[in-house]
Nanobody, 121 residues
Framework: QVQLVESGGGLVQPGGSLRLSCAAS????????MGWYRQAPGKQRELVAA???????NYADSVKGRFTISRDNAKNTVFLQMNSLKPEDTAVYYC???????????????WGQGIQVSVSS
């Protein structure tokens, strides 16, 4: 199985910054894409940013120029640097990995439990 653990969330004032981390562990043979999603109260979960193993990235229009996704392939870890945060960025942020587990041997999408990010004065 594959486990994802997020860290780095919290409360920040508008205009501030946070850095989220997500570490994948378990019987991992390979990880293709890793990404961050978020879900605000009463809204659907949405893609924030994703990064493919070869470092190709994709961002939601609402975060372009403010958020940066990166990954450390050796440590199976993905990061999300969030700058110029706005109240509308408030949500639970989830990490997702497209990974091949060794037992059972299969590709699958794995999710973290989520971490709260709150932007408020």
């Amino acid at each position: 199985q594959v486990q994802l653990v997020e860290s780095g969330g919290g409360l920040v004032q508008p205009g501030g910054s946070l850095r989220l981390s997500c570490a994948a562990s378990g019987n991992i043979l390979s990880i293709n894409a890793m990404g961050w999603y978020r879900q605000a109260p009463g809204k659907q979960r949405e893609l924030v940013a994703a990064i493919i193993r070869g470092s190709s990235t994709n961002y939601a229009d609402s975060v372009k120029g403010r958020f940066t996704i990166s990954r450390d392939n050796a440590k199976n870890t993905v990061f999300l640097q969030m700058n110029s945060l706005k109240p509308e960025d408030t949500a639970v942020y989830y990490c997702k990995a497209e990974a091949m587990s060794a037992a059972p041997l299969r590709w699958g999408d794995y999710w973290g439990q989520g971490i709260q990010v709150s932007v408020s004065s």
